[in-house]
């Protein structure tokens, strides 16, 4: 279940802050497992380079910020994953069997079609040549997008939140922020914001409509 925070003390939200991947697509580890499979890799290869290998870290962390480009990281990661490995457009091979969470995406409309302000905060892992906001076809429902890659500090940073408040127009207090990490939370909460773990998009989604008093209707 999602585990959102005491909201006895908050004004009425006006906001809406959704992170992206795993709140806004299904979890990606099964779909990176599958490409890594289809590539000739161990099918935790993604997951390990990225996370587990010192220099697959700092490259990732380096172009969340905006300090390599996604081709340099292509480059660099591909190197680290084997040497058939084809750098080109790496990350949007592994990126584009990843569904859109399709419920997720109609509460957020329902959210703005009731006046709600939404914003987009999302640690980038790249715009070009792979948009991975275009190709999930999300960018469009926010009013404001904060990508750490176009600010240039990502999350946890306590000022990437402030930053999204500041765009929004509106006060902690006043809004409901997502994420599927539970140390993206910590910030957000001491600025006021309201906090909802993202652990299954349904209970997720049944927990937004219960604290924003929407329905999400997906089109038929």
Same mark, same amino acid.
């Given at each position: !279940? ?11 939200? =006006? ?8 709140? $806004? ?7 990176? =497992? ?12 993604? *997951?390990?380079?990225?996370? #587990? ?21 292509? %480059? ?14 790496? !990350?949007? =091979? ?8 399709? *419920? !997720?995406?109609? $509460? ?34 926010? #009013? ?17 939140? *402030? !930053?999204?408040?500041? =765009? ?5 207090? %006043?809004?409901?922020?997502?994420? #599927? ?19 299954? %998009? ?6 937004? %409509? ?11």
């Amino acid at each position: !279940m999602p585990q959102p925070t005491d909201t006895t003390s908050h004004q009425a939200p =006006r906001g809406l802050i959704l992170d992206f991947a795993g709140v $806004l697509t299904a979890d990606p580890l099964s779909a990176h =497992r599958a490409w890594c499979e289809s590539e000739g890799l161990p099918p935790e290869a993604w *997951r390990a380079t990225l996370n #587990d290998n010192p220099e697959g870290r700092r490259l990732y962390a380096a172009l969340e910020v905006g300090q390599i480009s996604q081709a340099v990281w292509n %480059e660099g990661t591909a190197a680290l994953l084997g040497a058939h490995v084809d750098p080109e457009n790496l !990350m949007g =091979r592994a990126w584009s069997g990843v569904p859109t969470a399709q *419920r !997720m995406v109609a $509460l957020a409309r329902a959210a703005r079609g009731a006046g709600y302000r939404l914003a987009l905060l999302s640690n980038s892992f790249g715009l070009d040549p792979f948009d991975p906001y275009e190709h999930a076809g999300i960018w469009d429902l926010f #009013d404001v997008h904060v990508v750490s890659e176009a600010v240039g500090v990502a999350k946890p940073d306590p000022a990437i939140y *402030r !930053m999204t408040l500041d =765009r929004l127009g509106l006060l902690g207090q %006043e809004c409901v922020f997502v994420d #599927d990490h539970p140390v993206n939370l910590p910030p957000a909460q001491a600025l006021g914001i309201s906090t909802v773990l993202a652990i299954h %998009e349904a209970d997720t989604v049944a927990e937004l %409509e219960r604290l924003l008093g929407v329905s999400a209707v997906l089109a038929a």
